[in-house]
Structures are given as structure tokens and as C-alpha cells.
DNA sequence: GGCCGCGCGATTGTCAACGATCAGCAGCAC
DNA sequence: GTGCTGCTGATCGTTGACAATCGCGCGGCC
């Protein structure tokens, strides 16, 4: 009973992931600029770890997407372009759609339950402050979130929750989310947990294409998304190399 | 002018690069089977570099899901299971239709020229040896890469060609193949271009969702895709945990 | 005056060694 | 005989130092 569990404590994490996942969270929520250098002394010496283990962590980034690594010249916060965008919206579309198919045919009672009250909860945070965007990481969990995992499919929850969240959010942290969106976007939830309380799994995916390809329009019209100034190229040298 | 481009030469890649690729190598072409561990000092020693760059080799295996690391523990080769198996060939059925709707709206002619040509070559290959499988990394392209490419998204071409073609291969590196499966494959390409040549972007989704699934269910058939011998769980241990 | 080559500084890639942690086993108490 | 405890060996995580490479500014040359 002394031992403590070494997959909860943070203790059981090693530097490298621990370095990971705060680098992580200062590039999506714009601490790290996107097109920032990355320098490893730097870094290192900032989360007072060595040079290893930082690599370590960036290598994963790198994986992620979320930075881009060129041999001899560094690391740098990845800079998405409209194209970008476009891209990332397009393939989460598919598979958040594919997570309706499946979570419609799988779900259990529970979940389906616990989507209501999840939407319950965000439509009485939404209706405390109505200037306030649609409620993320303010402790009530996402609805993206519970989807993925009422998918029942391990994978594609990973790759959604896990791998492209991060760059949704990236494109998110500066958008001032006026509440039109947040009660679109609730309505559209609400629709989708109908049809999957229908079991309607067709629908349900045409409903969440729909509702990722909106929101995807309302992301392209602003350009503020993109670049911080007018600096359309991320950085001088090269560009369209790959 | 004088600049040896360092994109192109094998020179610019650094270590860690190299034992990437070489493990990833090894790892799909059954060379290191699943759940074998991956020892640093020794491979180390086998590829003649030193443990850093291994280190950072592994993390990105990882991040691609051909290793699973616990800390302190080691690293192992994935055991893919049956329920992997599902997932993997559900999500890539998913993104493969997709990059056959975006292809038939984007893909130039020549392009469509090319994957033509691709599939006369591949039924030649196929007509001189019949036994044979269908022709995969024997220095002709494939025909899912060059449909990847023509769906003119680099994110996606690089989920799928990238991300997970290693999977798919792991999978598939000791089935037979035989030669039923290479005809009704290719007869699925050469449909699948039809409707590509059409425009019919549902079509050719649909076309190539069937096709994935199609190839999902032959594999699902034979049991040797899984465990060598008769190891249904991974390794004695952690086995439910993640 | 403009362009080319070149050395220097800074940064990255790599290595070998040190401390930390876990698995397995011998030994002891019950 | 069985269960626990402490040790030991091996392996992983981390560190600091060394070598290689690139960008950049200076000087020389056309």
C-alpha cells in the first residue's frame, strides 16, 4: 500500500514528457508564437533540464506537428497557412464524422446520458455570460472530447483528441469567439446527440461534417488567425521548400 | 549554385534520422517481430551510433505508434490486435475515401494520366508473375500513393503514406497474398480511377471505402496476420492497462 | 561600388559517464 | 513450506563536455 502508483503520480513522468507537454501548452496557447525559434540551450535552461531530454521532447513535437525541425538549422513553432487550415479542417471533418458513425452504433445508454448533461452543463455556462466563447478548458470538459471516446475506438480518440486538437487549438487561441458562434455551435451539438439518441449514424455524421466545415468557414473569414502582423511568409529563406 | 542541396542528399540527415528509418525498417518488414524489446545499448551497438539519437529514434517510433514505451520499462515493438485492426482499417478506409473525393475534384490530368499508366504497369507486373502478390515496394510506386498525392492535401498524403502505411504493413508483411486477392484489388483501382476520370467524387469514396474494408475483412480472416505462435496477450504483465 | 571568399561565433549533433529505478533472486523469519 | 525483505545486476534517464555544421559579418578583389 506504500507503493504509489507509478501511472498516476506526475512523478512517474520523465523529464521528457513532462518538458513535451509544456512545451506543448506554451505553443497552443500563444506563448511560443508561431514561427518563434526554438532554441535548446534556451529552452532548456527555462525548464531547468538538460539538452536531452528537451530534444527528446521536441522530436515529439515534431511528430505532433507542432514544430518543425530542419538538421543544423533548429527548431521553430510550426506557422500554418490558409491552405493549412483548410487541410486540417477537411481530414478532422472526416473523422469527427467518423466518431458520430461510430459513437451513434456503440454508444452506451450512459454515454449518450452523460453528452446530455455535458450539453446541459455547457448551455448554463453559455447563459451565465453570453459574451463569453463556447466553454474550453475552464474545467468542464469539451464535447469534441466525449465523442471521441463514446466512438469506443481507441485510435481514432487518439487521433483527434491527442494528435489534432493541439492544432485546432492553435488556430483558436486568438479568435475572440463572438457568441453567435458559441449558440451555433451548441445547437449543432445538440442536433448531433439527437441523432445519436436515434441511432441515426448517417446523420449524425452529416451533422458533425457540417458543423467542423462551419466552423472551419468562420475561422477562414478572420484573418487575424493567421498571421500576428501582415508577415504573410512564416519566416524569410525557406519557404515553399517543403 | 555550389550548394549541394541538403533536402536531397542522404548526407543532411542526421543520426537519429538514419536509425529511424533503419528501425522502422526493421519493424515492418518483420525483421524485429511484434512485441520483441528494443534494448538502447543494443541497438545502439547494432547500428553503431550512440544511445542519444537512438533515444530520440524511439520517441519518434513512438509518436508514430510503432513502439510503445513505458519509463523505466524499455520500449517494445507494438502488438497490433485484432481490435487494432478494426480501428486502423476503419480510420484509413475513412481517409483514403477522402483522398478520393478530394482527387476527383483536383486531380489534374496528367495525374489521372499517371495513375493510369501505374495501373497498366501493375497488370503487367501481375500477368508475369500470377503467384505473386500484388507488386508493393519493388520499385514500383503504389497505387495508394500516388492517389494520396493526387488529393493534393500534404497533411493527408502524409497521414497515409506516412503515419500509417507502416501499420497497414505490419499487417500485412507476412500474409501471402495470394493471387486472388491481387486481381480483385486491382480490379478495385481500376474502378476506383474510372470514377476518379468521371469527376464522380462520391462515387470513387465509396469505391475506395469498400476497397479498404474489402481488404480489411481478408485480413481479419487469416490468423497469422496477429501472433507468431499462439501469444494472444501482447506480453505477460501490463496487458489491459493502455 | 558591388560581389565573392573566409574566418568566427553560435548552435546543433553526438558521445561517454553518472545517478536513479526496476526486475529477479537469495536469504531469513514465521 | 511460504511470504517477505534486502541486495544485486542490468537498464533507463539525465547530464555535461566534445566535435561538426551553419549563418553572418568582415575584408579583399574585380
Redesign the pocket.
Known amino acids: 500500500m506504500t507503493v504509489t502508483r ?1 501511472a498516476d503520480t506526475p ?2 513522468q ?5 518538458i513535451f507537454e509544456l512545451v506543448e501548452r506554451a505553443i497552443v496557447s500563444g506563448e511560443l508564437p508561431p514561427g518563434s ?6 529552452l ?1 535552461a527555462r525548464f ?6 528537451l ?2 521532447a521536441l522530436r515529439q513535437l515534431e511528430g505532433r506537428g507542432l514544430v518543425v ?7 521553430r513553432v510550426v506557422t500554418l497557412t490558409r491552405a493549412d487550415l483548410a487541410e486540417i479542417y477537411e481530414i478532422r471533418a472526416n473523422l469527427e464524422g467518423l466518431a458520430c458513425r461510430l459513437a451513434a452504433a456503440r454508444a452506451s445508454e450512459a454515454e449518450l446520458a452523460a453528452l446530455e448533461a455535458l450539453l446541459d452543463e455547457h448551455m448554463r455556462a453559455a447563459v451565465l455570460r453570453a459574451d463569453e466563447a463556447y466553454p474550453q478548458e475552464r474545467g468542464v470538459p469539451d464535447f469534441h472530447f466525449a465523442l471521441a471516446a463514446a466512438s469506443k475506438s481507441r485510435r481514432l480518440e487518439r487521433l483527434l483528441c491527442h494528435d489534432y486538437y493541439s492544432l485546432v487549438r492553435l488556430f483558436r487561441h486568438r479568435t475572440s469567439h463572438r457568441a453567435g458562434h458559441a449558440l451555433r455551435a451548441f445547437d449543432d451539438h445538440r442536433r448531433i446527440v439527437q441523432a445519436l439518441r436515434e441511432r441515426d449514424g448517417e446523420f449524425a455524421e452529416l451533422l458533425m461534417r457540417r458543423h467542423v466545415q462551419t466552423a472551419r468557414r468562420e475561422l477562414e473569414a478572420m484573418d487575424e488567425v493567421f498571421a500576428p502582423g501582415e508577415t504573410v511568409v512564416p519566416w524569410p ?1 525557406v519557404a515553399a521548400g517543403d
Open positions: 507509478p512523478q512517474a520523465t523529464h521528457a514528457d513532462r525559434r526554438l532554441g535548446e540551450e534556451a532548456a531547468g533540464v538538460s539538452r536531452g531530454p530534444r527528446e525541425r530542419t538538421a543544423h538549422a533548429g527548431a529563406g
